[in-house]
């Protein structure tokens, strides 16, 4: 998609929130472009398939015309064909997020200078907020986890398998119970027992072995202990956890048995970022599988720890994919 158009729409629409997506995952077909091609419809997308490594750029700013015209006229003017692009308006907010991934075979600004390039050309003039990420950058995550095991042998699986573009240098768990599973697979187990007494020194020492390894972002799975508002700070927006949905109304450690008691007819799982809040960062994924009388605790549990496993799978996706833009204590996921 070689072509400069801006693609806005005025501030004139009724509707609260205005999406556009030119997508890798729909076909259609692609109108060549004249001196002053037409507007493509917000329902129209685009499909390109993706050929070596690729620039990734998400955007969040004040909403104002032309910021799609400038972005990629400074992708096609460096001779960029773009891949994929969405972008939405949040009319409430006045609030403007894009994401937009582009070849850079034959781009014309080498990649360790497309930072510095497009802010002063693009960014600074514009005033926006944005990230640069490639394709071909392999994101490397830690994993932490207590007893429970269904949330660490899915990713791990999928981790195994191939399908995750990612590196699993390290476990970090408060128990001994899930070494085993870690071995199985290969990966350094490392064993930080929490109290009151010693969680200051022991998230110290975690920290240390995280910049060791050069982790990118931790996946809390099923691990039950809070972390510091000193630990948190350092992975904003980089460390995600799942939760049952019942909190905050089934709180405790038994939220399916309070749940059952209550004679629930839903039950769900969210995935969200970490912050200083507990339990209340910003949400990436959520679903729900729906409950009869006829399930039992062990049924709600069940039903429960699978749907946990789906949804935290989907949050890693998307955060490993670059499709989340976080937005005070809400996310915008391109997917």
Not at 10 to 21: D, L, N
Request: charged fraction near 20%; aromatic fraction near 10%; hydrophobic fraction near 40%.
């Amino acid at each position: 998609m070689r072509c400069p158009f801006g693609l806005r729409s005025t501030g004139a629409s009724p509707s609260p929130t205005r999406s556009t997506s030119f997508s890798n995952r729909m076909v259609s077909v692609v109108e060549p472009c004249g001196e002053n091609p037409p507007l493509p419809s917000p329902a129209v997308n685009y499909h390109f398939y993706r050929m070596g490594s690729s620039a990734i750029l998400l955007i969040n700013c004040p909403d104002r015309k032309g910021i799609v015209a400038a972005v990629t006229e400074f992708i096609y003017s460096n001779k960029g064909n773009i891949l994929d692009l969405d972008q939405h308006v949040d009319v409430v907010e006045k609030a403007f997020f894009m994401r937009v991934e582009w070849d850079l075979e034959g781009f014309a600004v080498p990649a360790e200078k497309i930072r510095e390039v497009f802010s002063s050309a693009v960014a600074a003039p514009l005033n926006l907020s944005f990230e640069i990420h490639f394709s071909d950058q392999v994101q490397r995550m830690a994993v932490f986890v207590s007893k429970l095991s269904h949330c660490l042998y899915d990713m791990l699986s999928s981790y195994e398998s191939g399908d995750w573009k990612v590196k699993i240098p390290l476990i970090i768990s408060n128990h001994e119970d899930l070494r085993p599973v870690a071995e199985r697979f290969g990966i350094a187990f490392h064993l930080l027992p929490v109290s009151r007494e010693t969680k200051a020194a022991q998230e110290e020492k975690a920290l240390a072995l995280l910049n060791e390894h050069r982790i990118d972002f931790i996946v809390l799975a099923r691990y039950m202990q809070i972390l510091s508002a000193d630990f948190v700070v350092q992975y904003p927006s980089r460390i995600i956890n799942i939760h049952h949905s019942f909190l905050p109304a089934f709180v405790g450690a038994k939220p399916y048995h309070a749940a059952h008691a209550r004679g629930v007819k839903i039950i769900g799982a969210t995935c969200h970022y970490v912050t200083t809040d507990l339990d209340a960062g910003p949400i990436i994924k959520q679903d729900i599988v729906r409950i009869s009388h006829r399930d039992s605790i062990d049924d709600l549990i069940r039903k429960g720890r699978d749907l946990e496993k789906i949804v935290l799978s989907r949050g890693i996706w998307s955060h490993l994919q670059r499709t989340v833009l976080v937005y005070k204590n809400k996310t915008v996921v391109f997917d």
